[in-house]
């Protein structure tokens, strides 16, 4: 039974739920984040080690389609746009990448170590050049992606 379904089955008739989740693949509308990139062979290979796990990193793009299945009603799904970095224009937008950065400069080791190492038999080494790599593209202010959440 999946959480969804739990959580449909414990609610009394009227009650909510909501779902805040990060998704991968980063995106980008502008083609500045390349499919040749670091930061972009970095997400690649985290899902497809979390995908291993059997923890699929794109699950929060299936939220909405779970929680019609069960039976919610008018549910709503709302997909922001956080920049990793401070390249937006908008002031609001800015403020937000630079917390954004602040938050993914300090995880992006962790979060690649287990996927990376575990399922897909990285050493620590190689996981840290990676990283590194990754980092210097995620901090490129000319690169306009952003995690859809």
Same mark, same amino acid.
């Given at each position: 039974?999946?959480?969804?379904?739990?959580?449909? &089955?414990?609610?009394?008739?009227?009650?909510?739920?909501?779902?805040?989740?990060?998704?991968?693949?980063?995106?980008?509308?502008?083609?500045?984040?390349?499919?040749?990139?670091?930061?972009?062979?970095?997400?690649?290979?985290?899902?497809?080690?979390?995908?291993?796990?059997?923890?699929?990193?794109?699950?929060?793009?299936?939220?909405?389609?779970?929680?019609?299945?069960?039976?919610?009603? &008018?549910?709503?799904?709302?997909?922001?746009?956080?920049?990793?970095?401070?390249?937006?224009?908008?002031?609001?937008?800015?403020?937000?990448?630079?917390?954004?950065?602040?938050?993914?400069?300090?995880?992006?080791?962790?979060?690649?170590?287990?996927?990376?190492?575990?399922?897909?038999?990285?050493?620590?080494?190689?996981?840290?050049?990676?990283?590194?790599?990754?980092?210097?593209?995620?901090? &490129?202010?000319?690169?306009?992606?952003?995690?859809?959440?």
């Amino acid at each position: 039974m999946s959480i969804v379904q739990k959580v449909f &089955d414990a609610l009394e008739p009227g009650g909510y739920f909501e779902a805040q989740d990060m998704a991968l693949p980063l995106g980008c509308d502008d083609g500045t984040l390349t499919v040749d990139s670091d930061l972009w062979k970095w997400v690649l290979l985290v899902m497809e080690g979390m995908e291993k796990f059997g923890r699929p990193v794109s699950a929060a793009q299936q939220w909405k389609q779970l929680m019609e299945a069960v039976g919610f009603v &008018d549910v709503v799904e709302t997909i922001y746009k956080w920049p990793t970095n401070r390249w937006p224009r908008d002031q609001h937008y800015k403020e937000l990448g630079m917390w954004s950065l602040e938050n993914m400069d300090q995880a992006l080791e962790p979060a690649t170590l287990a996927p990376l190492t575990r399922a897909l038999g990285w050493t620590y080494e190689e996981v840290i050049v990676l990283v590194s790599k990754a980092r210097k593209v995620m901090r &490129d202010p000319t690169v306009h992606a952003y995690w859809p959440m």
